[in-house]
């Protein structure tokens, strides 16, 4: 406990009334966060929080960190890559614009898998996050280093995140804290270094659903700089307080997704659900029948897309550059080859395959009717229902030696939950069972819902 231990809440309402002195809570975050880091290896890289205040309302120097793949200008970005060495972007992303003009404090960049390629966060170039809850264990990918910070930091924070296939949903789980992964678009990509285009959104991971709300409600809606980005410019944090019981709220709860799980998440899934009903909810079993294709169709589509966005990290634009030496294609190896890991090499050669003349319609284009199918089966069941609940992993964060022994697609695998909502667009909320506890709740809703998801999350969280 320091004089600093506070939700975010308490800090806007201190802060406000002018009774924070900011150099001295600077200097006290930074501390703290260097001795979390040692501990726990959060984030790649710690600002000095000083020079990086930004006192303006209504967050008037709330501290945020920021998951590496997202660019804060004159901080080295290397989204969990080595070959990212040296690349310090120029621009802020539009999201930290946004949450620089509103007021925060940047603490810094925080660890991941390679370029998102991940759920554990064991595919880094770099230091792998230990769970704070058991460091011997998992904080999930792959935005682990966000999540951990979350869960390890007394002080107010809240951590941008994103996902590509679950990437927000798997590590708040593992690590009992709120994330929160809105609709496609709902959040500019404009900053972002990009892992697959169609399905990449940036989103928000804190200690309470309020915090993800209000930090949503900041850096969401259309931004000229990219022009898949929709959406009105909207409070979801206002009326939370306000939403008492869930009375008239239809839960789906889809057969499939109710398979393979570890007994301890079953269960305290469905008391989670329980609990919902006893506060005014209804629920009924369905079945979203393409559930079983996500999983394939999902690391077809996002590895060709990932497979040509790494093409431009060829020793001469970006990042790390070698020894000028052979032609193109040795000087282009050669950098590739020490600057990217397993994992990443792996993910080219099969996006590459997919989308090859004379395999293309066996495989890309066959998931991408795929895709279509399970976006359609959501829409029909948001006719009926309101929300779908689940698991967000099937297991428990798993310690890092049952990790090292999982084939690729045993781990790929352990993504069938998060992936059908990623593949569909669709906004999802993971929220503990209870109280710091590795085990999330995952409520996904329909296209630009998160008033909804936020709504039922905040009542959930107070009566688990
Ligand atoms: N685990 C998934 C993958 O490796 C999702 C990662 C993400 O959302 N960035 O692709």
Redesign the pocket.
Known sequence: MTKYTMSVKEFLEESRKGNINFLDFAAALLEETQKLNKKFQLLREICDIRDRLYLNPPLNGLPISVKDCICVKGVQSYAGSKILEGYIPTFDATCVDRLKDNGVTILGKTNQ?E?????FST?SGFEVPKNPLDPLRSCG???GGAAGLVAALDYPHVALA???????S?PAAFCGVVGITPTYGLVSRYGLID??NS??KIGVIGKSVHDVALILSIISGKDEKDQTSIGEKKDYSKDLSSTKDLKGVKIAVPKEYFQNLEEEVEKEVWNAIKKMESNGATYEKVSLKNTKYGVAA??II?TAEASTNLAKYCGMRYGMHGKLEGNFNEYFSTVRTSGLTEEAKRRIILGTFTRMAGYRDAYYLKAMKIRTLIIEEHKNIFKKFDVIASPSMPIQPPKFKEIKKLTPVE??Q??FL??PA?LAGMPHLSVPVAKKTPIGLHLTADHLSEDKLFKIGSVFEKVR
Do not use: C, E, P, R
């Open positions: 898998d370029f998102g390629f991940g759920t595919n990918g792959s935005s994103q996902s590509t296939g679950g990437s927000i798997a892992y697959a399905l990449d999902y690391y996002a781990n790929y352990m993504d998060t992936i990623n």
